[in-house]
Antibody, heavy 118, light 106 residues
Framework: QVQLQESGPGLVKPSGTLSLTCAVS?????????WTWVRQPPGKGLEWIGE???????NYIPSLKSRVTISIDKSKNQFSLKLSSVTAADTAVYYC???????????WGQGTLVIVSS | EIVLTQSPATLSVSPGEGATLSCRAS??????LAWYQQKPGQAPRLLMY???TRAPGTPARFSGSGSGTEFTLTISSLQSEDFAVYYC????????FGQGTKVEIK
């Protein structure tokens, strides 16, 4: 069974870059799936950030497109998120997930809290 | 952007009773709608997709219906493990989520 695990710094300074990695185990990142990032500000709802396919093809939510990069590391069976020029509004739990046919998300990591603060 | 509006924001239900959660889309999403359950401190869990198809492991007491702009998630008889926040998500145009409905114990 596929499992996902996020990792990365829990604290990022304002104007800095948030960097997270999602390790995929129990399955190949080369499978016929997209891989995605979703975030959830404390006490609030869910926001889809973007997705990547094993070919490296990406899609991003328009509101974040200028600041987001999602990449894939085939050798490590993982994918990553970079979000630049962060502010306190980017404070959230960040989840990685498996994206079925660019539709819904059937397998999630446990999430990692990233706080933007000086 | 397609906006999903969930109602009510909070639903107070006694164990064993049924619950009906609504999700309304700002424009038609056909049947491209999923439902998730989220418990405190946990990741969301996929319950339904295609508006009415249960994901593997979803108990039969959960059912989904609707198409176009109006959708419903029904829980026929609430068990203790069902008290959680429920989100709808559309995948007709990009991906957006509703703001959630909290199902709490009455």
């Amino acid at each position: 069974q596929v499992q996902l695990q996020e990792s990365g710094p829990g604290l990022v300074k304002p104007s800095g870059t948030l960097s997270l990695t999602c390790a995929v185990s129990g399955g190949s990142i080369f499978s016929n799936n997209w891989w995605t990032w979703v975030r959830q500000p404390p006490g609030k709802g869910l926001e889809w950030i973007g997705e990547i396919y094993n070919s490296g093809s990406t899609n991003y939510i328009p509101s974040l497109k200028s600041r987001v990069t999602i990449s894939i590391d085939k050798s490590k069976n993982q994918f990553s998120l970079k979000l630049s020029s962060v502010t306190a509004a980017d404070t959230a739990v960040y989840y990685c997930a498996r994206d079925v046919d660019q539709h819904y998300f059937d397998c999630w990591g446990q999430g990692t809290l990233v706080i933007v603060s000086s | 952007e397609i906006v999903l509006t969930q109602s009510p924001a909070t639903l107070s239900v006694s164990p064993g009773e049924g619950a009906t959660l609504s999700c309304r889309a700002s424009q038609s999403v056909s049947s491209n709608l999923a439902w998730y359950q989220q418990k405190p401190g946990q990741a969301p869990r996929l319950l339904m997709y295609g508006a009415a198809t249960r994901a593997p492991g979803t108990p039969a007491r959960f059912s989904g219906s609707g198409s176009g702009t109006e959708f419903t998630l029904t829980i026929s008889s609430l068990q203790s493990e069902d008290f959680a926040v429920y989100y709808c998500q559309q995948y007709d145009n990009w991906r957006t989520f509703g703001q959630g409905t909290k199902v709490e114990i009455k």
